[in-house]
């Protein structure tokens, strides 16, 4: 049917060519911009998805830097440290120094007043040590309180309360009880300071026998009712500790001042291999100088035998006591500074640094006295025991710094590996867009001349009316 009013054969190449046009607008605009998804339309659930993965992806990158910001902290944190290492490595070498016989009181004067400076500045370093404004070793924000036990009497007797275990010695068997002070060390030492022990005599002798630790400055230790023979009356023994810094040395004290105060409910020689305490008890010393053994002079040809002694000491409380509650169960609180750090995309994903506090005071060196011989081994004692706490505290900062590098690297994953899905999603493949350039290129170009060669059909219906 040939018609000059409506051209159908224009009317389809016209649509045509602007379905081609429209397409090659939108390929352009991919090529150009590098995204398949330009805006919602384009793929509404594929936009959702992936800006999802972009709050991922963007969270991450800022939680690395953030972690790369506590491997910074670790760092000075550890530095600082070496040089208190260093600084008490100093005093170690002066207090050896100034316990050597050829110097004078003058030249130990002059020690004393380096290790006195030096002392200053490790509190120095642990008040000022700063990262961003923050003092990394005292620190009034946020804090974590450990309790660390410390068991200055350590054996399972000081939990029993009784003679519960079995002493040997040759081919007798006795009920006896340890005294285990292995955990004294110049950090605790204060913690036995009028803290007491006590043991029953036995069960035909009601007698107690209390000693208690005391801090008298270096006097005589003392046996506080000497004259009394009364049984009903309680023996109180007060042990000096002033100076002392380990349990081997607790331990002589007590075996000392008991060999030279015998008992005095007893005129017999002293027993093999110990120390009459009561007139029927023994004190011993074990192969461990930090270990005593409270043992009863009876004796008995059996374990078996032995043991029932103990388990009759078990119930019937009254008698066969040792009772060391006042002496067990101690603690020390470890006070730590926490800097969390957010390594997550997420509220919540956090990794906590813990640096503990740290200055003279707290490791126990601010009253050095390096102007005596004796003051020298007390403060090379208390220097190693601070060396250790300082090696504790940069072990623990070094492998805080590994597993934050850790996580540094499992970041840098995660981003890489959740850009790639992003990118697969979001990004426009530009070689298949090329080659859908070139196709549109084309049809752009037939259907322009197929509309052009439509439009001629009107004027073939005018040679018919012509």
């Known amino acids: 049917m040939s018609s000059i009013k409506n051209n159908i054969q224009a009317m389809n190449a016209s649509r045509n060519l602007n379905v081609t046009t429209g397409r090659r607008a939108k390929n352009t605009e991919k090529l150009s911009s590098g995204y398949r998804i330009n805006r919602a339309a384009d793929d509404a659930a594929g936009l959702s998805i992936s800006e999802k993965m972009r709050k991922q992806i963007r969270g991450l990158e800022q939680g690395v830097r953030n972690t790369s910001d506590g491997v910074s902290l ?6 600082a440290l070496a040089e208190v290492h260093d600084m008490l490595n100093r005093v170690t070498e002066l207090s050896i120094q100034s316990a050597n ?6 030249e130990r004067t002059a020690i004393q007043d380096e290790v006195s400076n030096i002392v200053s500045e490790i509190s120095r370093v642990g008040m000022s ?11 009034a924000g946020l804090t974590k309180e450990e309790l660390i036990q410390v068991d200055l009497v350590k054996s399972p007797s000081a939990d029993k309360g009784y003679l519960s275990e079995i002493y040997q010695f040759g081919n007798a068997y006795y009920p006896a009880a340890t005294m285990d002070f292995s955990a004294i060390n110049i950090a605790n030492i204060k913690k036995l300071y009028d803290k007491s022990f006590s043991f029953t005599c036995s069960a035909a002798c009601a007698e107690t026998f209390e000693f208690t630790f005391i801090n008298g400055n270096g006097t005589q230790s003392a046996f506080l009712n000497p004259e009394s023979v009364n049984q009903s009356v309680p023996h109180h023994y007060q042990i000096d500790i002033h100076g002392m810094t380990n349990g081997s040395q607790i331990v002589k004290a007590l075996y000392d001042f008991i060999e030279t105060h015998p008992a005095r409910t007893n005129t017999s020689t002293q027993p093999d291999n110990g120390l009459m305490v009561s007139h029927s008890n023994v004190l011993v010393k074990s192969n461990d100088p930090t270990k005593l053994i409270l043992r009863t002079e009876q004796r008995y040809a059996t374990e078996a035998a032995a043991q029932a002694q103990c388990d009759h000491y078990k119930n019937n409380q009254d008698y066969g006591k040792a009772n060391f509650a006042e002496i067990t169960g101690s603690a020390d609180m470890r006070i730590s500074n926490l800097f969390p750090i957010q390594s997550g995309a997420e509220g919540g994903e956090k990794l906590e640094l813990e640096i503990e506090r740290m200055n003279s005071g707290l490791l126990g060196i601010s009253e050095l006295d390096v102007t005596t011989v004796a003051g020298c081994n007390d403060a090379l004692e208390r220097t190693e025991f601070a060396m250790l706490a300082i090696s504790r505290q940069r072990a623990k900062i070094g492998a805080q710094q590994n597993r934050l590098g850790s996580a540094i690297s499992n970041g840098d994953n995660v981003v890489e590996n959740t850009t790639a899905a992003e990118s697969r999603i979001r990004d426009m493949d530009m070689a298949t867009g090329m080659v859908m350039e070139s196709m549109l290129n084309i049809l752009d170009q037939a ?6 060669q439509a439009n001629q059909v009107n004027r073939d219906v005018i040679s018919l009316i012509s």
């Open 74 to 79: 670790c760092q000075v944190a550890d530095g």
């Open 101 to 106: 016989g050829t110097m004078t009181k003058f």
């Open 129 to 139: 040590t700063t990262f961003n404004g923050m003092h990394i070793f005292d620190l």
């Open 447 to 452: 259907g322009q001349s197929m509309l052009t």
